[in-house]
Every structure is written in C-alpha cells, then in structure tokens.
C-alpha cells in the first residue's frame, strides 16, 4: 500500500515540472518574439504629455492712428490765380472794421460791407475769401428775419454770378457770410444774398455738415465774446467742374478759420470736402497755417507776426467750447 503512494506521489511531481518548464518555455517565446515587454516598460513609465507642435502667437498690432478726414488735403495743392488786382488795398469804408485784421489776399475786387467783406475772383464767380468779425452781442441781436433775397452783386465791376447760374444745377447757392450771422442788421441781412456771397455746395454738405459748422462758430462768438471769421472755397488753378452760363466754379473742399482775439488768444482753421458727411467737426480740424499753404492766402496779417506765427501753426481743439451733442 505504501508503494503504491509513494508511486503516485513521484507521477504527480514529474508532472508538476512538465507544466512549469511548459509555462517557462511558453513565457520566453512570448518575451522574445512579442513587443509586449516594451509596452508592459512603457506601462510602467511615469505618463509624459504628447508634445503639441509650437506654435508662434504674433504679438498684438499696435493700431495707428486713421487720418482724420479734415486733415486730408486736396490731392494736389490748390491755390487761388494770382492776381494783380489789390495787390495792396486801403480801406474804403473804416466804419467797417471787418478788414481791420488784414486783406487775406488779392482779387479782381475788393467789396465792403455792414456785414462782411470779400475778395471776389472772376474767374471763378465768387469771392475767395469772406471776412467778417461777430460778435456774442451781434449772436443774441436778432434784428432781421431771412429774406432769401438772392441777386446779382452791382458792386462786381464785371458782374457778379446770378441765381439762375445755380438753377437746376443739382448745387445750392451756399452762402458764405452765413444769413444767420447778419441777422443784427436788417442790411447786413439783405446783403448777404448777393450773389457774390455765394458759393456752388453740395445739397447733403450745405444742409448737412456746413450747416453745422456755422452754428458752431456762432457758438464760439457765444462764448469766446468776440472772433473774426474767414471763410471760402478752395479755388483750383484751372477750371474742372462749372455750372450755369456764367460758368462758375464748383470747388471740391471749403476752408473756415477762426481767431479769438479774446486772451488767451487762439485760433482753428476747418477744411471740409464738398460733400455730405456724419462726422464729428473736430475731425476737420487743422492749423491756420494749412489753410493758408492750401489756399495761397495770408490771414491775420496785422497781427505782430511772432504772435501770428505762434497762433496760426497751434491747434488747440482742447481749448474752445464744443456744442454737445
């Protein structure tokens, strides 16, 4: 009986050592044929991020600052035809104080008036220049209502532009003496419909924007107590654009400059493109001295000139009181 256990007990070890050689022949074939080591290696490995492809962040673009639309000149310089007119001018009517500050420039003719006065180039059919001084008492003086008066100027030697030069023109007779600024004076009034006061003006910019600059300047006479005021096209060398049969000249941009003669003196100068625009005034803010390079004029020339100097290459868009909005 004994014999017999310790006979089954060997079969039992012998095949006990057949299974593990088995298991340790099946585990090196595995081991050496197989990439599982390296994934079982890889496994065990700490886990790494899969690098991302580095990419490069342009830095921010710094925005420059956009060309304010007032600053923009005409394409090529304009100036106004010389002329060998009034070259020098002596006042005619010193109860008018409106050429106290200087002549801005020669013309075919010279016209004073109550309310204004103006050089007026034949060539062109307006004046050149419109020069006037207005006052916070004349702003608050209404003396006057708007006649709409318009009329041949007499006081043209060669004879002025007439309303029906504008008739059916697609352009206002735009004035340059605003009739809103003569109404302290029932004269000043009328006269500022001839029609040498006028100027050939886009209908949207008329109405529009130009409008709203004469009503700004008034409010600087408001408050400022006292400004003199220049204003006019910016007359082309030769001839482009014309209406009516006398041929007057549309111009592509207008200019207005300001003195206050108020200390502290100032002054601002303004040139808008004939044509309607939405934008805020102040973006068609620029130096007298632009004015005076785009138009051939000098203004202010009365003042001591290390003064004017000083004034006319200042802005100071900051210092005048702006209407709100």
Do not use: C
């Not at 080591?37 to 065990?44: K, T």
């Not at 043209?156 to 007439?162: I, R, Y």
């Not at 910019?205 to 130009?210: D, K, L, P, Q, S």
């Not at 206050?260 to 934008?279: C, Y």
């Amino acid at each position: 009986m004994a014999r017999r256990r310790s006979k089954k007990k060997s079969s039992n070890k012998l095949l006990k050592t057949v299974i593990l050689l088995i298991l340790f022949i099946g585990i090196w074939f595995i081991y050496n044929h197989t990439d599982i080591p390296a994934r079982i290696q890889n496994a065990l490995r700490p886990h790494r991020p899969t690098p991302t492809a580095v990419q490069t962040v342009p830095e921010p673009e710094i925005p420059q600052p956009k060309p304010q639309q007032g600053v923009l000149p005409p394409p090529e310089p304009v100036v106004v035809p010389p002329s060998t007119k009034n070259v020098t001018y002596t006042v005619k009517n010193p109860q008018f104080d409106n050429l106290s500050y200087g002549v801005p420039g020669a013309a075919d003719s010279i016209i004073e008036r109550e309310g204004y006065a103006l050089g007026y180039i034949e060539k062109h059919e307006q004046p050149a220049w419109v020069q006037y001084i207005m006052t916070s008492e004349e702003v608050s003086r209404r003396a006057a209502k708007r006649g709409d008066d318009f009329r041949p100027d007499p006081a043209v030697p060669t004879g002025s532009a007439t309303p029906q030069d504008y008739t059916r023109s697609g352009y206002d007779r735009g004035h340059l003496a605003p009739a809103a600024d003569m109404s302290f004076s029932a004269k000043a009034m009328s006269e500022s419909f001839f029609m040498s006061n006028m100027s050939p003006q886009a209908p949207q910019f008329n109405r529009g924007i130009w409008s709203k600059l004469e009503k700004q300047v008034r409010h600087f006479a408001t408050k400022e107590k006292r400004i003199v005021v220049v204003t006019g096209p910016i007359l082309p060398a030769e001839k482009t654009v014309t209406i009516g049969a006398n041929k007057v000249t549309v111009p592509q941009y207008y200019y207005k400059v300001i003195y206050d003669t108020t200390p502290p003196e100032k002054m601002i100068g303004f040139v808008l493109p004939n044509k309607g625009s939405s934008a805020d005034l102040r973006t068609f803010v620029v130096t007298v001295d632009r004015v005076e390079d785009l138009t051939g004029l000098d203004f202010f020339s009365t003042v001591p000139k290390e003064k004017q100097e000083q004034l006319e290459r200042t802005i100071t868009v900051e210092n005048w009181d702006w209407i709100r909005k």
